[in-house]
């Protein structure tokens, strides 16, 4: 069964001390993880290794790089490689958030190469997609998530495919309040589950959890997760609030 997760994108926000804070009253704020859950939380580089010594032996709770570079080593300053998570124990990392795309320059071709400095560090990525506007104004959503999946990932083996994380994230939908309808979300992820099963076979196309992002909150969790493709959720905003987002992890399946 694949798993189910409610994964915590802070992106550049929260001082350590504030970070901290914010885990330990989710901590103790009631939320139950079953053996197939995880509670994941995508926080600033600096704080991965503190974060991670909080969370040790709490079970089903992980966190996650949001980003890394697609070289192995050398004269790239500023950067972060695959090799240094691996080394501080940092089992997940969230690769091609749209902001990263938009912002700094990220490209199908230059993602393919994050995946599989990944794969060779035993990092597994969060693998983020995800249309425009205008592109869902003109109908081409699916075609458009489609070719982002098949340049990033599609040199891949089913092997290295399985146990995969994909998080689909509609740009219209990302901070701006506007989720996706249920039912749009289900659509999409049934979309890709069929572009993933064409290329490796259903076996693993079921067993790659693919999470909703955008405007995920405590008020329409339960419902999105409850789509039967929808397998969690990647949340911004929400994931700030101790409440909200133990909210969150309490609505998956
Ligand atoms: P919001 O939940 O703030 O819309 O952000 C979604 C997102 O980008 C998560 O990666």
Redo the contacts with the bound molecule.
């Keep these: 069964m694949r798993k189910q997760i409610a994964a915590a ?1 802070w992106k550049m926000n929260l001082t350590l001390q504030q970070g901290e804070a914010l885990i330990d009253e989710l901590l103790n704020t009631p939320h139950n993880l079953s053996d197939n859950q995880q509670a994941v939380f995508g926080i600033p580089f600096p704080y991965l290794t503190a974060i991670n010594a909080k969370l040790a032996g709490k079970e089903n709770v992980f966190v996650s790089a949001q980003n890394c570079y697609s070289k192995k080593s050398g004269a790239y300053t500023g950067e972060v490689s695959a090799e240094m998570l691996q080394s501080i124990g940092v089992p997940y990392v969230i690769l091609g ?1 749209s902001e990263r795309r938009e912002y700094f320059g990220e490209s199908n071709a230059m993602l393919a190469e994050k995946v599989n400095i990944c794969f060779e560090y035993g990092l597994k990525p969060i693998f983020c997609c995800g249309e425009a506007l205008s592109i869902r104004e003109a109908g081409s959503q699916n075609s458009f998530v489609e070719t982002q999946l098949k340049e990033s990932l599609f040199h891949l083996t089913a092997a290295q495919l399985t146990g995969f994380v994909i998080a689909y ?1 509609p740009i219209w ?3 701006t309040g506007k989720t996706a309808s249920s039912d749009q979300a289900q659509e999409m992820h049934a979309h890709i589950r069929s572009v993933l099963a064409a290329q490796y076979g259903a076996e693993v196309a079921n067993s790659i959890s693919i999470l909703y ?4 909150k405590a008020a329409n969790a339960k419902e999105i997760f409850g789509k039967p493709d929808v397998d969690g959720g ?5 994931s700030l609030i101790a409440a909200e987002f133990a909210a969150i992890i309490n609505s998956l399946k």
């Design positions: 994108n958030h994230e939908a990302i901070g992002g955008g405007s995920v990647l949340v911004g905003g929400a």
